[in-house]
Nanobody, 122 residues
């Protein structure tokens, strides 16, 4: 059974940085992985995705140039490094895993972590 656990959230001021981690149990080198985020009353939205080998990555426009997704295959962990954080980035961030290739649609991801809160103050 796949289990995902996020960590690394917290509170920062605008312009600051955070790195989120997602540790997995039960995954192997065939899973695509992504980060999503959600604010109260809003749909969960995709932020970035990465292929099993890490050679393909995808970012939504509002994080391009600021966020970096990467993975450690040995540790079976994924990361989201976030630079120049803005108040609009405040959300609960979730990692998710799937066997569906190259997708950032939440309905394509069957495995989810519990989420980690990121709060950015101005």
């Amino acid at each position: 059974q796949v289990q995902l656990t996020e960590s690394g959230g917290g509170s920062v001021q605008a312009g600051g940085s955070l790195t989120l981690s997602c540790d997995s149990i039960g995954t192997d080198g065939t899973y695509y992985m992504a980060w999503f985020r959600q604010t109260p009353g809003s749909e969960r939205e995709g932020v970035a995705a990465i292929s099993p080998g890490g050679l393909w990555t995808y970012y939504v426009d509002f994080v391009k140039g600021r966020f970096t997704i990467y993975r450690d295959l040995v540790k079976r962990s994924w990361y989201l490094h976030m630079n120049n954080l803005q108040p609009g980035d405040t959300a609960i961030y979730y990692c998710a895993a799937t066997g569906n290739p190259r997708s950032l649609q939440k309905d394509d991801y069957p495995y989810w972590g519990q989420g980690t809160q990121v709060t950015v103050s101005s």
